[in-house]
């Protein structure tokens, strides 16, 4: 019956519009860097820690929500997610100092790690069959990318004609309306027998064991440090940095007069090339090697980043950038989640994706907050830049030893 499951099932549909909702939330969390900062007159370090607090407790929390959900029942950790996310919104909207801030982020942190990727993803993959499971979880991971496109240019849209304090409350409704959605949302058990009878713990302790994982977390790392820095910080950058809006030219003809609309912009379309890229690696990762598409992803996003902070920067090079690292954001998303459920099984992988995906997040929460930290020491983001090259270059290498052989469960 499974083998000739559709693609598009309710599962995978309501699992889109969760992932979407919530990701076109969070990746808005940049075109506040300067209102907010502006508004209080608080140092770019102050929001930037606040960004990246929110990144490690989503790292933190994902392995936590992973096993929520094989536990309790996937429905039941997105519910949380959702009302922890809405918490942390609300009170992050009243909040007036930077300690508040920081602190009311943990909240929204944790409540990404239960709408994202660790939960979705792992529900997806059960409810596909063995055929579409890697472009399942592809347009899963594109509907995240769905959420950047709007995500930035909509806060920035509100920011026109309401307070930022009443965009996050908007973004405190949206996120819990989803859960209307839940109840379309059910899925079957896909593991072998064997796997049904390992505890979490003898798995956790394979993997844990295997280098390969541990190469695959390692990783992870810089996806993280360059998602999170140019999400945080790349409309401030660009809007900053960048070369003016030239009237008469074919941006100002779009209605982009400011380098802040430019930095919205860009963002978004990192988000829309990302749609193509994720849908198109997933279609790969069923027909190629994984860790050797990993591999190359890393290595092309390494060329690209140093290729734009050798250039100078004009509204050209920025839209140039954006297509292109675009095309590559989110297509590790797929790759390694797939690489995970074909080494270790599907019963526990949304535990074992949590924890690869806490590596990422740390890299998260430290290129968002050494963005913050050497712009306000040196006026500028050109270090923390080059530090992201560098880790992009680490992982394209530590993907190639990874072994790509499944580990049969234990008897």
């Not at 950790?77 to 930077?98: D, E, K, Q, R, W």
């Not at 996120?175 to 009878?197: D, H």
């Not at 839209?319 to 590559?328: A, N, V």
């Amino acid at each position: 019956m499974q083998k000739s499951a559709p693609l598009f099932t309710p599962v995978l549909i309501v699992g889109c519009i969760i992932i979407l909702t919530g990701f076109a939330i969070r990746a808005s969390f940049g075109v506040f860097q300067i209102p907010i900062a502006e508004e209080f007159g608080w140092l770019r370090a102050e929001f930037s820690l606040a960004i990246a607090i929110q990144n490690l407790a989503w790292g933190i929390g994902q392995p936590i929500f992973g096993a929520i959900a094989e536990k309790m029942g996937d429905r039941k950790a997105i519910v949380m997610g959702a009302v922890l996310y809405a918490i942390g919104l609300v009170a992050s909207a009243f909040a007036t100092t930077p300690g508040a801030h920081q602190f009311y982020e943990i909240f929204v942190g944790f409540g990404v790690a239960g709408t994202g990727f660790g939960v979705i993803l792992a529900v997806v993959g059960r409810a596909a069959s063995d055929k579409n499971r890697s472009m399942a979880m592809a347009i899963a991971t594109a509907a995240g990318s769905g959420g950047q496109v709007i995500g930035a240019p909509m806060a920035e849209w509100m920011l026109g004609f309401m307070t930022w304090q009443s965009v996050f409350l908007c973004f405190a409704a949206a996120i819990l309306a989803v859960l209307l959605l839940l109840p379309m949302m059910r899925a079957p058990e896909a593991a072998t027998k064997a796997e049904l009878q390992e505890s979490m713990g003898e798995i956790l302790k394979k993997a844990l064991k295997d280098p390969s994982y541990t190469m695959i977390f390692l990783g992870f790392f810089s996806c993280g440090y360059q998602l999170a820095f140019v999400t945080a910080h790349f409309p401030a950058f660009v809007t900053e940095m960048c070369g003016p809006i030239m009237p008469g030219g074919v941006l100002h003809s779009m209605g982009i007069t400011t380098t802040s609309a430019l930095g919205a912009v860009a963002i978004s379309l990192i988000g829309l090339a990302n749609i193509a890229g994720t849908i198109f690696a997933g279609w790969l990762g069923n027909r190629f090697s994984k860790k050797y598409l990993l591999a190359t992803i890393y290595a092309l996003r390494t060329v690209i980043a140093a290729a734009f902070i050798l250039t100078p920067m004009t509204p050209t090079t920025v839209l140039i950038f954006s297509i292109s690292m675009g095309s590559l954001w989110l297509a590790t998303v797929p790759l390694t989640s797939g690489l995970i459920a074909h080494l270790y099984g599907l019963r526990y992988m949304g535990t074992l994706y949590g924890i690869v995906f806490f590596s990422h997040q740390l890299g998260s929460f430290l290129g968002v907050w050494l963005g913050g930290r050497m712009y306000d020491t040196y006026g500028s983001y050109e270090a923390v830049w080059w530090v992201g090259v560098g880790v992009g270059a680490f992982s394209a290498l530590i993907h190639l030893p990874v072994r790509e052989k499944r580990i049969e469960a234990m008897a």
